[in-house]
């Protein structure tokens, strides 16, 4: 997508982000999130996420709107997950399918390869059947991108009164070695 360039988040961008965000609380089942988190909440979110993860945006050229946006985040937090990150993309509803989402993760990949990381996961929620709140766009998309499901949660998530499963896809991006190097954080392989 050549109209669209990808530069890092900053909490400055929490308002365009949530606006983002907004509609797949409100509309859909892909966020388990039921309440629209304040612009407070989602910049803290932000501030979080930087403090050793990338966080980019898509921004349209024409008129540097924000279209989009990834991020990697701890993958369940203990040290020995370490060379591990869960990654997050969301699009503008009305901006979706025009490759922003490809160029959003290839640049995730990029960072934390230089991390360090080696595993990469993303938890999607699944629809059997799908309907008008959960389709199974995420799980092609990231099979697109290399992802294979390893493991499914029955019915886990009830929203809009309807029970959905979730399912974990992984990556792997680097060499498992025996003395692994350490993962270092964002901003210190960005200098």
């Known amino acids: 997508m ?3 360039f990808i530069r890092p988040v900053t909490p400055d961008d929490a308002p365009a982000l949530l606006d983002i965000y907004r509609y797949y609380v409100e509309h859909t089942a892909i966020s388990f999130e039921t309440v629209t988190p304040t612009v407070e909440e989602f910049r803290r979110r932000i501030q979080n996420i930087l403090e050793k993860y990338p966080c980019f945006a898509a921004v349209r050229q024409d008129d540097n709107r924000i279209i989009g946006y990834a991020y990697a985040h701890a993958f369940v937090g203990r040290a020995a997950y370490d060379w591990s990150a869960e990654l997050t993309i969301y699009i503008d509803q009305k901006d979706r399918q025009h490759g922003a989402g490809r160029t959003l993760y290839e640049a995730l990949e990029t960072a934390l390869r230089r991390m360090g990381v080696l595993n ?3 938890c999607i929620g699944h629809a059997e059947p799908e309907d008008e709140y959960l389709t199974n766009n995420s799980e092609q ?10 493991g499914t949660f029955r019915q886990c998530g009830c929203k809009f009164g309807r029970w959905y499963d979730m399912i974990w896809m992984e990556k792997i991006i680097g060499i498992h070695r025996e003395n692994q190097p350490a993962v270092r954080r964002f901003a210190d392989v960005m200098q």
């Open 2 to 4: 050549s109209d669209i």
């Open 120 to 122: 990469l996961y993303a």
């Open 141 to 150: 998309f990231h099979a697109h991108m290399g992802y294979a499901t390893v």
